[in-house]
């Protein structure tokens, strides 16, 4: 399993146009189930310095390079869109994916 997590922060100031851009970018690249499998579409927190927003996609078997160019081109766009916006693209493997790398295997 691998998973791309996108965290974002933005201002309190404007929070309707934040959702007014997300739709917008999510419209001119949307969800890709050839590519992934959501699993926390979006989730917002506040917070004493504004807005923290999170999404968790369960990316297919040999799509992680899609997935990650689908990414970085909604998270561009939607930095042209939302002054001062913030956000950080994580790839998480489990352990069977991950021990592999150092020659190793998950326990039975």
């Known amino acids: 399993m691998v998973l791309i997590l996108v965290h974002t922060w933005f201002p309190h100031a ?3 146009d934040v959702g007014k851009a997300y739709l917008e970018v999510m419209k001119k690249y ?7 499998k959501p699993v ?3 989730a917002v927190k506040a917070t004493k310095d504004g807005f923290k ?6 990316i297919k078997d040999g799509k992680i390079k899609e997935a990650m ?14 002054k001062d916006l913030k956000y950080e ?3 998480y493997m489990s352990g069977t994916e ?6 190793l295997s998950m326990p039975e």
Not at 53 to 58: A, E, N, P, R, V
Not at 71 to 81: A, E, P, S, T, V
């Open 30 to 36: 949307p969800e890709d189930r050839s590519l992934s």
């Open 14 to 16: 404007g929070s309707a």
């Open 40 to 42: 926390l579409t979006v």
């Open 53 to 58: 927003g999170l999404s968790i996609d369960d």
């Open 69 to 82: 160019e689908l990414n970085y081109k909604r998270m561009l766009k939607f930095g042209d869109l939302v």
């Open 98 to 103: 991950a021990m592999p790398m150092v020659g």
């Open 89 to 91: 693209i994580e790839i």
